[in-house]
Nanobody
Framework: QVHLVESGGGLVQAGGSLRLSCAAS????????MGWFRQAPGKERELVAA????????FYVDSVKGRFIISRDNPKNTMYLQMNGLKPEDTAVYYC?????????????????WGQGTQVTVSS
């Protein structure tokens, strides 16, 4: 079992920055990759960014490319999402997730473990 806890959400003005953290505990050696998802009211959940847990390969959805940076600190079992140039349309609950299953980083499904979510609100 892997337990995930997010932190770092909050309220920020458009153009501002936030850094989300996701601390993993438990059987972290089984993690293949991790991702950040978000879900805005009335919208489907979408994968924002993902990272391979060992190799470090990354994926970004087009809408955040050049603004968000995903990274990980393996000794600390922590994943981060640095969000710069935030826009009102980035407002959502952000979730971190992990999967044990080998597969493409841009997959939307197949994640085994989820955090509780953290709210990000960007005001215009």
């Amino acid at each position: 079992q892997v337990h995930l806890v997010e932190s770092g959400g909050g309220l920020v003005q458009a153009g501002g920055s936030l850094r989300l953290s996701c601390a993993a505990s438990g059987r972290t050696s089984r993690i293949y990759s991790m991702g950040w998802f978000r879900q805005a009211p009335g919208k489907e959940r979408e994968l924002v960014a993902a990272i391979g847990w060992s190799g470090g390969s990354t994926f970004y959805v087009d809408s955040v490319k050049g603004r968000f940076i995903i990274s990980r600190d393996n000794p600390k079992n922590t994943m981060y999402l640095q969000m710069n140039g935030l826009k009102p349309e980035d407002t959502a609950v952000y979730y971190c997730a992990a999967t044990r299953v080998v597969g493409a980083l841009d997959r939307q499904y197949g994640y085994d473990y989820w955090g509780q979510g953290t709210q990000v609100t960007v005001s215009s």
